[in-house]
């Protein structure tokens, strides 16, 4: 029904080709790579936007902090994605901080040579203007998620997504407590253990360090209910 979602873009641009990031050093310049241990910031909120960033390797969340202390996950960034394009708009300051949520490697593109690119190099500016598109349209589906689906079926949606679910039977997600989760969803951490209690006593679920999802979890609250296809609820690949 809301096709990808802001938490599982990694794979829903499977079918792009890949970002030659040497061949984009080589023409423009202004590439620096970077090598970021787990727990790291990339860039943190309210910094100063000036270039844009390629995740190459890992995965990352974006968090957005409030002046009263609260904090929130507004994202989770899979390898294969540019971020930061704030730096391209009238926006100075960053709007959420990028942490890693493994070991990663990111490449820094200067502002000065992502424009560059954009103007001399039409495929390269078909690609970039592809992938911001699509980060659009997730950030849309997921706003719609928030408005209409209730926290059962949103943690749902999320676990599906973070698993990685396609034709496997099971998936795994590492590095996520309840905590996290209840910030994505958007409830309290109480409820969070309450359905993830519920989903592990019905078979849909198993976690201990780790989560184990199961795609019955997908049939449980979506193929009955709503009628929409897997894809559509771990994130489509369309």
Known sequence: MHGSNLFSLGK???????FQSQAFADLYGGVTRYRMASGNAIYRQ????????????????LKVGSPHGKDAIIGVLDAGLFFGEECLTSKTLR?????????SIALRIEKASLVRA???????GMLYLRRVISHGDALKASLISQLTD?????LARILLQLAGLRDQATGTIEGFDQEALAQMVGTTRSRINYFMNRFRELGHIDYGGKIVVHRSLWQ??????RGETFANAAGSDQ
């Open 12 to 18: 829903a641009l499977a079918s792009e080709p890949p």
């Open 46 to 61: 309210e910094e100063h936007a000036d270039c844009l960033y390629y995740l190459e390797q890992g995965r990352l969340v």
């Open 95 to 103: 709007p959420s901080s990028a942490i890693c949520l493994t070991d």
């Open 118 to 124: 954009i103007r001399q190099d039409t495929t390269f």
């Open 150 to 154: 209730g926290s059962e079926q949103r």
């Open 220 to 225: 449980a609250i979506f193929g009955q209910d």
